[in-house]
């Protein structure tokens, strides 16, 4: 059998973690030192701190990071999309930069993926965050499941170590969620438990409306029922209006407003997706669409005539 070289890409999401940065970095590399082909791939989403320049120092000291710095703050999933695109080993983990699940637990992860697996994901045991943020997305995992009859990985969490290739078709899809994503293409893929600690420094950048907000790019992007529920009231208040109840008027302007709302959320899904995002600085070769220059060196403009000049010449 031949040997197929093989190693790891450690996956960083990075939004306004400043020191944050260098943590990661010492815990991961000291963590992960046994494995010979490592790569720790930053990617900032957009920060406004100096993380960006942290990661700058931490690439030159060491030829095993690697950055990508977004133009603006794109979110997660765009995170994940160029994050998959770049990796340039085998296996990609996502670790987030707080390091709430220590890097000790990728060897977890690893343990799975020896078993033929093509993604392995975390479930935290024990978890650590604010009870708001644990039951909300408790609650979102819940209705996935039960209201929407999605099929998602039970406790999975953005932890998670992925087959880069198989990573970079589920991203290639554009769908909204990843692990909504991997039992629908059929990935081979476990969960596992893992420890879970409170945030070193900070807090959480992912704030409660973009948790709404994600959690209905899920619900209309994997089900359909929210429309079979909207046919099935629609057709109780025709039955109301036919047998001449007083409110069925009312009843079937609600309905029709809610109707629109929802048919015009998943109209919106026909309309061809934006770029996921645009990179504005790298220590990677790039790919020309990933940049808003589309590869094109960037001239100096051109010089302003001198002050000296003939009056036709100054403005």
């Known amino acids: 059998m031949t040997n197929v070289p093989t190693g790891l890409t450690v996956l960083v999401p990075c939004f306004n973690e400043g020191a944050q940065v260098e943590v990661a970095y010492r815990e991961l590399t000291a963590e992960l030192a046994a494995i010979a082909n490592l790569e720790i791939l930053f990617v900032d989403d957009g920060s406004t701190d100096d993380s ?4 700058r120092t931490l690439a030159e000291a060491d030829p095993r990071v690697r950055y990508l710095s977004f133009t603006r703050n794109f979110g997660i999933e765009a995170v994940m999309t160029a994050g998959f695109r770049y990796a340039g080993e085998p296996w990609t983990v996502q ?3 707080d390091l709430q ?6 060897w977890r992860l690893l343990d799975g993926a020896a078993e033929g697996h093509d993604i392995v994901f975390g479930r935290r045991i024990r978890r650590r965050d ?3 943020r644990r039951l909300g997305s408790a609650g979102m995992h819940w209705a996935a499941r039960t209201v929407f009859r999605i099929e998602m990985p039970l406790g999975a969490s953005t932890f998670r170590l992925v087959r880069t290739p198989v990573a970079r078709t589920i991203t290639g899809l554009r769908l909204p969620w990843f692990m909504a994503a991997v039992p629908l293409v059929g990935a081979r893929h476990a969960v596992v438990d893992v420890s879970h600690r409170e945030r070193d420094s900070g807090r959480s950048k992912l704030r409660l409306a973009r948790l709404v907000g994600h959690s209905f790019e899920l619900f209309f992007g994997f089900s359909w029922r929210p429309l079979n529920v909207l046919y099935a009231l629609a057709a109780l ?5 036919v047998l001449g109840f007083g409110a069925a008027h009312l009843l ?3 309905l029709t407003l809610a109707a ?3 048919v015009g959320r998943y109209v919106h899904r026909l309309a061809p997706p934006p770029p996921a995002f645009f990179v504005r600085e790298s220590n990677l070769p790039l790919l020309a669409g990933d940049t808003l220059t589309q590869g094109a060196p960037t ?3 051109p010089s302003p005539p001198s002050r000296a000049g003939t009056p036709s010449q100054r403005v």
């Open 130 to 132: 604010p009870l708001v």
């Open 252 to 254: 079937v302007s609600a």
């Open 237 to 241: 208040g025709l039955v109301a209006a």
């Open 52 to 55: 960006l320049a942290r990661i």
């Open 299 to 301: 001239p100096p403009p």
């Open 260 to 262: 629109v709302a929802v």
């Open 101 to 106: 699940v220590p890097p000790s637990q990728i």
């Open 95 to 97: 670790c987030d930069a």
